[in-house]
C-alpha cells in the first residue's frame, strides 16, 4: 500500500509564506515524478508544479517566480515553498507522484490534499 502523506497547509495573509511537505511511503521501486496539483472552488484540479527524478521542474505559469519545488529522493520527500502568496492560490493542494511499482508499471498515486487559504 502506498501513501502519500502531505502537511503544511493552512491560513496566511495575502503575500504570506506557507511551505508543503509529502512523504512517500509504501511499496515502491523507484520514483520517476513528484508533483502538486490545487483545485479552487468550483475550478478544475491543476498541476502547480513538478520535479522529476533528476531535478527537472515544471511550473504553472502563475506561480512562477513566487513558488519552488524541491525533492529528497533518500526521504522519498516533495515540498512545495509558496511565497507571495495571494487569494487566488486559495486552494487545496494535492501532492501527486508517478511511480515505479515494479521494473514495468508506472502508476500515478495521490495524496488527498490538504488546504491553503489565502486571505486578503
Known amino acids: 500500500q502506498v501513501q502519500l502523506v502531505e502537511s503544511g497547509g493552512g491560513l496566511v495573509q495575502a503575500g504570506g509564506s506557507l511551505g508543503l511537505s509529502c512523504v512517500v511511503s509504501?511499496?515502491?521501486?523507484?520514483?520517476?515524478?513528484m508533483g502538486w496539483y490545487r483545485q479552487a472552488p468550483g475550478k478544475q484540479r491543476e498541476l502547480v508544479a513538478d520535479i522529476t527524478r533528476g531535478g527537472n521542474i515544471n511550473y504553472v505559469d502563475s506561480v512562477k517566480g513566487r513558488f519552488t519545488i524541491s525533492r529528497d529522493n533518500a526521504k522519498n520527500t516533495v515540498y512545495l515553498q509558496m511565497n507571495s502568496l495571494k487569494p487566488e492560490d486559495t486552494a487545496v493542494y494535492y501532492c501527486?507522484?508517478?511511480?515505479?511499482?515494479?521494473?514495468?508499471?508506472?502508476?500515478?498515486?495521490w495524496g488527498k490534499g490538504t488546504l491553503v487559504t489565502v486571505s486578503s
Open positions: 509504501g511499496s515502491i521501486f523507484s520514483i520517476k515524478v
Open positions: 501527486k507522484i508517478q511511480a515505479y511499482s515494479s521494473p514495468w508499471t508506472l502508476v500515478d498515486y
